[in-house]
């Protein structure tokens, strides 16, 4: 990713939606997702250009598989026919037509349990080299631990949302020139668990509340990673009775496991 000096003014088409840290706007036809930061994204990450560059240069040194991303740093952008906005950097990536990955994915197959231990484990020395955290879990599992306690509730299969799993390669269907990607690139390989969400969190520039947070939020995402890596026989390395919010998730998740299995093996049947 680099900054781009194009002076035009960049159209955001598409399905809009909007993560916890980008306003997204999902381009399907033209096969191509455009980012900016959001307001509540300004509070927990840095939004210059250089930090979003940073932490998508250390995911891909690190050796994450990740959606390939074009970092044109402050740009005007348009939304609708009137509505113009000066965007602190604009990311545009491939749009990557593909299941989010979910927890049933996991009782199906040994491949994709393997290949999140690794993206587990490289977080893991991402937090302790960078003092960045890896989001791959996103806001919606954790927000599904509610149903965990709700005995009506019988089965449950969160999504890991920022990782997609393809069932196909997908090609590029826009050049992307800043970053090398040409039309009809393979973009994505087929069973290969690719991260779309190309910033981290730095856990060590954040003053106060706003740090303290961060952390808890890591350790709640490290957590639930870990238990249900750790349900599935693999050993992490992750102390889950560091400190009383791990245990906690830990709890959590080994409560909603017979509900995930019981969902896997209703799919199965």
């Not at 840290?21 to 307001?39: A, F, M, Q, T, Y």
């Not at 996991?106 to 302790?128: A, N, P, T």
């Not at 040409?182 to 779309?196: C, F, H, P, S, Y």
Request: proline letters at 3%; a neutral charge; one cysteine or more.
């Amino acid at each position: 990713m680099n900054k781009s000096s194009n002076p035009d003014i960049v159209r955001l088409k598409g399905r809009q939606t909007s993560g916890a840290e980008h306003s997204v706007w999902l381009d399907e036809e033209r096969g191509e997702v455009h980012k900016i930061p959001n307001w509540f994204g300004k509070i927990w990450q840095d939004p210059r250009p250089e930090a979003a560059e940073f932490d998508y240069e250390t995911q891909c040194r690190h050796g994450l598989t990740v959606t390939p991303t074009e970092n044109h740093g402050e740009t005007l952008v348009r939304n609708g026919k009137v509505h113009h906005e000066v965007a602190e950097y604009y990311l545009r990536q491939g749009y990557l037509d593909a299941e989010t990955l979910r927890v049933a994915h996991l009782f199906h197959s040994e491949e994709v349990r393997r290949q999140l231990l690794d993206i587990f484990s490289i977080g893991q020395v991402i937090r302790q080299s960078d003092s960045r955290g890896l989001d791959i879990v996103g806001g919606q599992l954790l927000g599904e631990f509610g149903a965990v306690l709700n005995p009506r509730k019988k089965t449950l299969n969160p999504s890991i949302s920022n990782l997609k799993l393809p069932d196909a390669d997908i090609h590029s269907k826009i050049e992307m020139s800043k970053c090398g990607v040409e039309v009809g690139d393979v973009i994505a390989r087929e069973g290969k668990l690719t991260q779309i969400d190309t910033r981290l969190y730095n856990l060590d520039d954040r003053r106060g509340y706003i740090r303290a947070i961060l952390l808890r939020f890591q350790d709640a995402q490290d957590a639930t990673i870990s238990t249900l890596l750790k349900k599935f026989g693999f050993e992490t390395g992750f102390n889950c009775d560091a400190n009383r919010l791990r245990r906690m998730v830990r709890y959590l998740v080994e409560r909603a496991f017979p509900k995930m299995q019981a969902y896997a093996d209703g799919m199965a049947g």
